[in-house]
């Protein structure tokens, strides 16, 4: 349906749609990071307790957490509590996993909001560049570039970072963190070093997708008649291809935004930054079986909301394109 019927019945059956289908999906998250966090070799409760293990304090735990009852009872009493926003107790630390969610994700949307912002200002330029002049010298050094991005893994490049722009020029800190509400210019350069790695690698990324959909978008033949009558190069460009290549260029930055949200773990290992990458990286180290699924569960739902997003926001960038 277009855009202009936004607040129509249709829109209403659409949302209602995509919720029955989110929520099949989380059930399916549910059950395969429950299947694989129960064949993963180690006892999380043996692991939680440490040097304070007594067998009394062992059963005592076992049985607070319900590990000591059947797979198939613990699995209907996660199914259950899951979706009434109960998820559990960490085994490590005796905090509700929920909470300790709420506390981490701040941390690790501001450092995707940044890493996304950094990835678009390179590579919008960059691909409609190179794909404006295609077959030419920055076209191809545009491409090695990009290339090059995509094949640096991103923990190499932040360590990098933090050996030239901390331990050699001492400009910016090579860790931690500070919330942006509480202090807006230590979180700033705190988050440079991280939103860049974060940023570069998607850049690279986004680069020669928007490359490829300009140039296939270029290739239409309402662009050639566009070209026919004669108007002038830069009111095509504008008109005609930036504006349908909209739609392609939507789909891969929506696609880093949810990538990024679930895949910065290594990089907030590297940098200590404490969001829901180090929270897992910790939870998976000890064990700790609810926070990992909870985890799981709240990055599966992050990426179901952003694809809802995009599919709206297409039908507002092109009101030919139907809500389905």
């Known amino acids: 349906m277009p855009a202009r019927s ?4 249709p829109v209403l059956a659409f949302l209602g749609r995509r919720l029955l289908y989110s929520a099949v999906v989380l059930l ?28 009394q304090s062992y059963l005592a735990l076992q049985a607070a957490s319900g590990l000591d009852r059947p797979l198939p009872v613990q699995f209907a009493s996660y199914i259950g509590k899951a ?12 905090q509700p996993v929920a909470v300790s969610l709420a506390e981490r994700l701040p941390a690790t949307v501001s450092l995707a909001v940044v890493g996304l912002l950094v990835a678009l200002v390179i590579s919008l330029p960059l691909g409609i560049w190179a794909a404006l002049r295609e077959g030419r010298l920055t076209d191809g050094i545009i491409r090695i570039g990009s290339q090059l991005g ?14 030239l722009f901390a331990a050699t020029l001492g400009l910016l800190p090579s860790s931690g963190y500070a919330p942006l509400a509480e202090n807006p210019g230590r979180w700033a350069r ?31 033949s309402y662009v050639r008649t566009a070209r026919s009558k004669g108007l002038t190069p830069s009111v095509v460009t504008r008109r005609h291809i930036l504006r349908n290549a909209l739609v392609p260029v939507l789909t891969i930055a929506g696609i880093q935004r949810a990538t990024i ?5 290594v990089v907030e290992v590297v940098f200590a930054w404490p969001g829901l990458g180090r929270l897992v990286f910790d939870a998976v180290a000890s064990r700790d079986y609810p926070v990992i699924q909870g985890a799981v569960l709240l990055i599966a739902a992050m990426f179901l909301l952003v694809n809802l997003v995009v599919d709206v926001l297409y ?10």
Do not use: K, N
């Open 83 to 94: 979706f009434t926003g109960d998820l559990g107790v960490s085994f490590r630390t005796g």
């Open 261 to 265: 949200l679930g895949g910065v773990i």
């Open 6 to 9: 936004v607040l129509g019945h």
């Open 150 to 163: 995509v094949s640096v893994p991103d923990f190499w490049m932040g360590m990098l970072f933090i050996t």
């Open 315 to 324: 039908a507002v960038i092109d009101p030919r394109i139907r809500l389905s």
């Open 28 to 55: 399916g998250v549910m059950v395969v990071t429950f299947s694989l966090v129960h064949l993963v070799p180690g006892d999380p409760i043996r692991i939680a307790l440490g040097t304070r293990y007594t067998e």
């Open 190 to 220: 705190h988050v440079v070093l991280p939103g860049l790695t974060v940023g570069l690698v998607a850049g690279a990324i986004m680069t020669r997708y928007i490359r490829s959909a300009v140039l296939e978008v270029a290739s239409m």
